[in-house]
């Protein structure tokens, strides 16, 4: 009778455990929307653009997008699509340079990966200037510097595609919006 109650209590223990295992395996897993590898889908991201009169989507792209004119197969000169950055300015984000990002989940942060240009460490709250929040399928951060404010969210959309948007508002000059989406890369 002992060894039959030992092992009951064993028996609702391994259960217990195994729930408890579940459990932790489904928060982990609510994660998984904002993790992983993502690639600029270019056309549905020209489809979302916001009107920004001053600015094409393609800006901030480091110079993977340009736009050309010729004649008889010669190219014409057209011009910069915006003004020149002035020197010492912060010139755009990091996350609107890239054609590719991947996101992972280190301790308790958020580790970005911009394919080709950098990455960055997002921690919960108020860090290194930078003040961040993210839920099982959004991301909002947002800081400021003495030139403007810049708020970026990435938020995971019902079809699964990821959807990234940057305002920045400079100190002097027009608010401009940018909007990409990203697939998942398999």
Known sequence: MKAHATLQIMTRSVSLFALSAALSFAA???????VGAWTLNVERTEAVQPDNSTSHWWEGLGGNFSTSVSVGGIPVPTGSAG????????????MLRCQALTIEHVDDSLLLTYQGVGSEILKPGAYRGMRSEWSRRK???????????????????KDGRLLMSVTINPRKGKTLRYKRVFDRTS
């Not at 982990?28 to 904002?34: D, P």
């Not at 020149?84 to 755009?92: A, D, Y």
């Not at 951060?141 to 030139?147: F, P, V």
């Open 28 to 34: 982990c897993a609510g994660e998984l929307a904002l």
């Open 83 to 94: 003004p020149e950055p002035q020197i010492g300015s912060p010139g755009p984000p990091q």
């Open 139 to 157: 991301l909002t951060s947002s800081y400021e510097s003495t030139t403007r404010k810049v708020k970026r969210s990435l938020e995971v959309d």
